[in-house]
């Protein structure tokens, strides 16, 4: 399903961090998603987890964003 996906949009990465970031201690979950988005140079973590606040401002690339606000500022959602 992965590669399909990633055939059709061409926007998705596969990879496996070598390095853990540690920026969200508060969940180990989340903790992964963050490191998974900071080794992709993703711009956006779309997420309305609250764990994720710690990102902000973090000086890490990749911002928390709430779905609804990336829909609209990104795809003209409103």
């Not at 080794?39 to 956006?44: L, P, T």
């Not at 997420?47 to 911002?63: A, E, I, N």
Request: net charge negative; charged share 20%; no cysteine.
């Amino acid at each position: 399903m992965f590669a399909l996906i990633s055939l059709l949009h061409g926007t998705i990465r596969e990879g496996a961090p070598s390095f853990r970031f540690r920026t969200i201690t508060g969940d180990a979950d989340d903790d992964a998603f963050a490191d998974y988005a900071i080794v992709a140079w993703a711009d956006f973590s779309i997420t309305g987890d609250h764990h994720f606040d710690v990102m902000r401002g973090s000086g890490y690339k990749p911002q928390p964003i709430p779905p609804e606000e990336f829909i609209r500022l990104h795809l003209g959602g409103g």
